[in-house]
């Protein structure tokens, strides 16, 4: 059993950054793949960035790349979202997710989630 717990969410200006946070319980971080997820008002839920075990392959969708930074400290039992040249559209629920599995982007094929973090972006 893993919990996750996400922090770091707040309100920033169109342009602005933050970085979320995402705290694992348990021994066993090192063997999940993790993954940002994220989910506005009346959307589905969407893939926004993944991360290997050992942290050395990452994934973002393509609405994130060269804006976010998805990243991982495994002593710490933690992963990251940096996210930079934040825009209105990125205004969402936050969520981090942990994956025994191999593929990335499919919120179904996740094991455990955290109960989000709220990100808001103002124009």
């Known amino acids: 059993q893993v919990q996750l717990v996400e922090s770091g969410g707040g309100l920033v200006q169109a342009g602005g950054s933050l970085r979320l946070s995402c705290a694992a319980s348990?021994?066993?971080?090192?063997?999940?793949?993790m993954g940002w997820f994220r989910q506005a008002p009346g959307k589905e839920r969407e893939f926004v960035a993944a991360?290997?075990?050992?942290?050395?392959?990452?994934v973002y969708a393509d609405f994130v790349k060269g804006r976010f930074t998805i990243s991982r400290d495994n002593a710490k039992n933690t992963v990251y979202l940096q996210m930079n040249s934040l825009k209105p559209d990125d205004t969402a629920v936050y969520y981090c997710?942990?994956?025994?599995?191999?593929?990335?982007?499919?919120?179904?094929?996740?094991?455990?989630w955290g109960q989000g973090t709220q990100v808001t972006v103002s124009s």
């Open positions: 997710a942990a994956s025994r599995g191999v593929l990335p982007r499919t919120p179904s094929l996740y094991d455990y």
């Open positions: 348990g021994p066993t971080f090192g063997n999940y793949l």
């Open positions: 991360i290997s075990r050992s942290g050395e392959s990452t």
